[in-house]
């Protein structure tokens, strides 16, 4: 070791030209870094749910669809009426729209001497209130129009626009655009609505853009003036600075290099970044300056470097290595947002600890002393009132322990209370446009989501479709869903058409004969596209589509198990092979999220305990110190029980950060407890001891990790928000877990790892 | 004898640096470039577009005014021998070169 810090301090100018090297090397592919809003790249591409999801909109096209709805007080009137053809035509010559359907140009089967004619179901506007009434029985015996393009109070309309492809390549943007201007346009004094999954991807784009022009920036800002107010001195603010920067920038070189994107998860990198990675250049620049501040003439500055290093390096180490553990626990979600954003930071902080032990040592050789330290006074309030602190828990700790304990019990009931969210409408407020136009459609029109249901067979013949009637009547029972519709359907009012209108005969036909003849009919005057959402062109797979309203992931995933749990029993294997669609997708994320949380926590608690056990060569050391983790964890998930936080795709990595950044605390806390034990003190002085000494420096660490992550509070997505509220008051829990319940936990259980020797140096000192 | 091939290690270092960083800010300036042309429509100057990208960017803004106000002030430390942070905090209230104006007249006063 002395080797090495002889080569940094012999070559300081080359240590620093070096770093700044790598850096401009790595991060030569920062500006190529793109964001991805697509909610899809959530789930890896061979995921089951994505596969089939792929699979269908390449049998059947694209499944995303935008609606837009317009409310009047009279939709028949010829004023509204107008406005919707001229809307609809308008959308339809739109370059990625596949098909529009709205009131004006929906195609309507009617009756007549060869059988049936496909035509238009409004071809004149209802001039007097006989006709607006005729239209509405119309409407209600169609069931793929009614509730779909007109509400079923005849309020309101809606225009569905189907686009061509349903991948990134359609520019959301433009889409947005295009829209909304004809909004503007035809707009007042119906009010139009906009909604789908363009829009909403949009949206999340638009709002990641602005999170990426605040969090990062305003993080800094909170930093440096943090660094300027703690050390009051160029050097002690600027180094930690400028190792944030190189930290941050290998980061995102790394992320460009990988090819990896930013995602609304990964927006929280560079800031994590900030929070975790600052405090081991904080730490060893603070002891410097004490040092200094100690030894009125320094002289020899090399010695102050050396020994700063030898004396920090094994704490900072171990401080980074538990944090390292916390954030490589994410590798075990299923999430490739959290998996990669636990690679990044886990590189960070390796670079910071890096940077720390190299870069730092070598500028503080070159940089002259500071002009003005701080000087290190005797015994302060500060002081007396951690002193005071520790003799509190020597004296009432069996008490205290219970009342906390029965406090984190009492919020702990909270955790039953937690709900799943994934569906990323629920990433604003709900006072906001987006969620206010789907809320709207989804009261008007049964909701903009779909699942798909993949049927092979014939579907020609009467058996088959009879089976695809039974699994449509199924769906329609279930509350969420609002509106299926497939072939059969269509099948059912050409059969009506066919014979007079008559509704005895609103059925599946008889033989495959009149099938296939209904269908020749249908294509000699009807749209053969039309059949194309439904069918594939050899009549073999076919699709049902089942319009859902928006009622919460976990409710859109056990939705999902009861479909499939209905065809395994209820149909032959291969009839439905694949339930599919934005629905079901929102459900298996929230599944997903569940179960990485429960995969994570677990692995995080057990790798920081074996960590801490390994440390301190003692399982009891291991075990305690994941009791203050545990209760912490308890308090946040109540809490967000109460507080109806949802667990979703940012919230569930809240249990693995908080566990490798929170055992740092109680580390540090047990390293220095253990020095003064060793000393020859017993645990009743060494307890307030070590909470006046090493405290400090945990509550400053604490502190600067609290500065760090608040600024995710000014995020305009709400799980971002909401983690960044929960993960500084997990801090904190874990901070107070440290610093008031494991010194009542030692003084109760007197452990012997404080006292045995191991043969090590007793030299150390953290904090 | 280290210090000198220190001082040759690290400029050549330094060099190879600075010219990929030269190298970058000649493509960010003309990114730069085509970026504010592609957004001036013909009567409307360049200042509506800067005054945008400014009300845009006001975080990275803000970032950058600290910055150099730190370096202000650690000049005013190293230099003039005066308290960082009162000159760290003087600097964000009346501009770094104002400050730098004044407090080096203080200097030259006592």
């Known amino acids: ?198 829009l909403t991807r949009r949206e999340v784009a638009v709002t990641m853009q602005g999170d990426l022009k605040t969090l990062f920036p305003y993080g800094i800002v909170l930093m440096i003036l943090f660094l300027v107010f703690s050390f009051r001195s160029w050097t002690g603010a600027f180094l930690p600075f400028i190792i944030i920067i190189l930290v941050v920038a290998n980061t995102l070189g790394l992320m460009a290099l990988l090819g990896m994107k930013f995602t609304f998860i990964g927006l929280m990198v560079p800031v994590m970044l900030i929070a975790v990675t600052s405090s081991y250049s904080i730490h060893i620049v603070s002891h410097y300056f004490s040092e200094c501040a100690r030894c009125s003439n320094v002289t020899n500055k090399d010695e102050v470097i050396r020994s700063s290093l030898e004396l920090l390096m094994t704490p900072v180490f171990l401080s980074g290595l538990t944090t390292l553990i916390g954030f490589l626990s994410l590798q075990s979600h299923v999430l490739p947002p959290a998996r990669e954003l636990g690679i990044l930071v886990s590189f960070g902080i390796i670079i910071a600890f890096l940077l720390s032990m190299t870069f730092l040592p ?156 209904f269908l020749l009919l249908y294509s000699l005057t009807g749209d053969p596209e039309d059949m194309d959402r439904f069918v594939d062109y050899d009549y073999k797979q076919a699709q049902l589509l089942a319009r859902v309203v928006e009622t919460g992931s976990s409710t859109s995933y056990d939705l999902y198990l009861d479909i499939r749990d209905y065809i395994r029993k209820t149909f032959d294997r291969g009839d439905f092979p694949s339930v599919t669609g934005m629905t079901a997708f929102v459900g298996v994320l929230a599944d997903m999220v569940v179960r990485g949380q429960i995969r994570s926590l677990i692995i995080s608690i057990a790798l920081v305990c074996l960590a801490t056990a390994l440390i301190f060569r003692s399982p009891l050391a291991g075990i305690l110190s994941i009791i203050p983790l545990s209760g912490a964890i308890l308090v946040i998930f109540g809490l967000m029980g109460y507080l109806k936080i949802s667990l979703d795709m940012a919230t569930v990595m809240l249990s693995s950060i908080m566990i490798g ?107 | 004898m280290p210090k000198l091939s220190d001082k040759n290690l690290s400029m050549g270092l330094i060099l190879v640096s600075i010219g990929i960083l030269v190298y970058w800010l000649l493509e960010a300036t003309r990114r730069a470039y085509a970026w504010f042309s592609g957004l001036t429509s013909p009567g409307t100057g360049w200042w509506p577009v800067i005054s945008n990208f400014c009300l845009d960017n006001v975080g990275i803004l803000i970032v950058v005014y600290l910055v150099i106000c730190l370096q202000v002030a650690g000049f005013i430390e190293f230099k003039l ?30």
């Open chain 1, 661 to 767: 950044v929170g055992i740092d605390y109680t580390i540090h806390f047990l390293y220095r407890c253990r020095l003064e034990t060793r000393s020859g003190k017993t645990l009743e002085e060494a307890v307030p001891t070590t909470i006046q000494t090493a405290g400090k420096g945990i509550l400053y660490n604490g502190l600067s990790v609290v500065i760090g992550f608040s600024v995710l509070l000014v995020s305009g997505f709400l799980p971002i928000y909401f983690f960044g509220f929960l993960i500084v008051f997990s801090i904190v829990a874990c901070l107070l877990g440290a610093l008031t319940v494991m010194p009542a936990i030692l003084i109760i259980t007197k452990p012997g790892f404080l006292y045995r020797r191991n043969g090590k140096k007793n030299a150390e000192v953290i904090g």
């Open chain 1, 1 to 198: 070791m002395r080797d090495w810090i002889k080569i940094i301090l012999n070559y300081p100018r080359t240590i620093i030209a070096l770093w700044i090297l790598i850096t401009l090397l790595i991060g030569w592919n920062i500006p190529k870094l793109e964001l991805e809003a697509d909610v899809r790249a959530m789930l890896p591409d061979d995921f089951d749910i994505v596969v089939s999801m792929n699979e269908m909109e390449d049998i059947f096209g694209g499944s995303e669809l935008m609606v837009i709805s317009i409310s009047s007080a009279d939709i028949f009137s010829e004023g509204t009426l107008t406005k919707i053809r001229d809307m609809s035509a308008e959308i339809e010559k739109l370059p990625y729209i596949d098909k529009v359907v709205s009131l004006t140009n929906a195609d309507d089967i009617k009756g007549n001497e060869f059988g049936f004619e496909v035509g238009q179901l409004i071809r004149d506007f209802p001039t007097n209130e006989t006709e607006r009434q005729a239209l509405k029985n119309r409407l209600r015996e169609n069931d793929l129009l009614y509730g779909s393009i007109v509400s079923k109070n005849f309020k309101n309309a809606a225009i569905i626009a189907m686009l061509k492809i349903s991948d990134e390549s359609n520019d959301d943007e433009l889409i947005f655009r295009d829209l909304d201007d004809l909004r503007r346009k035809y707009e007042n004094p119906q009010k139009i609505y906009l909604a789908g999954l363009p």
């Open chain 1, 362 to 517: 070598a500028a503080l050789k070159i940089l002259p002393f500071p002009a003005h330290l701080q000087k290190t006074s005797g015994t302060g309030r500060f002081d007396r009132i951690l002193q005071r602190w520790g003799e509190f828990f020597v004296r009432h700790n069996i008490g205290f322990l219970l009342i906390v304990g029965l406090l984190v019990i009492g919020i702990a009931t909270g955790i039953k209370s937690i709900r799943v969210d994934t569906n990323p409408v629920y990433f604003w407020d709900e006072n906001s446009e987006i969620r206010q136009s789907n809320h709207f459609i989804d009261q008007e029109f049964g909701g903009s989501s779909q699942l798909s249901i993949l049927s092979k067979g014939d579907i020609k013949s009467p058996e088959f479709l009879r089976k695809m009637e039974l699994l449509s009547d199924y769906l329609k029972t279930k509350e969420p869903v609002t509106q299926v519709s497939s072939i059969v359907d269509q099948l059912k009012l050409m059969n009506q058409a066919f014979h007079g209108d008559s509704l005895k005969y609103k059925a599946i036909p008889e033989s495959s004969e009149e099938i296939a003849q």
């Open chain 2, 81 to 110: 021998k005066k308290n960082f942070l009162k000159a760290f905090l003087w600097s964000i209230a009346i501009t770094p070169p104002v400050t730098l104006i004044i407090w080096g007249h203080r200097k030259e006063t006592e």
